[in-house]
């Protein structure tokens, strides 16, 4: 199994909020839904070519609790296919507690769980939204795959997909598919594989 991260991103690296005003407020941020304008049909083919068939969910808390929750509410057939696909969900509170069906927690020692995932059979292990998750497992090499949905919007504020790190992450571009609402669909694999040790206390909720 392989990791792929699948995000909306803005121009300044922001992925806060991207699909609704209320779906993520921390610190005050204002923009919420910024991406629907920039919504495109080829968008949902081209996912799903990449994501491929038989893959699995991995969420941080966080982003499991807010998607599952909205589209329980919302109903559809997003709703179907997040219920029915195995969820594995990254927790630092091992009493969490998982409402949805096909769901796993990960809560003692996150990378290896996630290293012993990435050598089974199967499809993709996918993560949508939790950046807290993907900057965590960066500098293991856990991230096999990124697809970027990058818009063409500078917000100025928001939290963004990577953060600090005093490593340097080398990636190279396999694909690029831009939209005709001007979305680069933007596809990026490891170029090499990072030498040396990742940084001590990492948080991985």
Known sequence: MRVLVVNHVSLDGVMQGPGRPDEDTRDGFRHGGWAVRDNDSAMGPSMSERMGEGFSWLFGRRSYEDMLTHWNRVGGPFKEGLN??????VTSNPDTRLPWPNSTPLT??????????????????????????????????????????????????GHRLFGRDDQVHQWKLVDCT????????????????????????????
């Open 84 to 89: 029915r696909t195995q969820k594995y969900v």
């Open 108 to 157: 003692d020692d996150i990378t290896a769980q996630i290293s012993t995932l990435r050598e089974q059979p199967g499809g993709n292990l996918v993560i949508m939204g939790s950046g807290q998750l993907v900057r965590s497992l960066l500098p293991y090499g856990l991230i096999d795959e990124l697809l970027l949905m990058i818009h063409p919007v500078v917000l100025g504020s």
């Open 178 to 205: 831009p939209t005709a609402t001007g979305v680069l669909m933007a596809t990026y694999q490891p170029a090499h594989i990072s030498s040396g040790l990742p940084p001590e206390g990492v948080d991985v909720r």
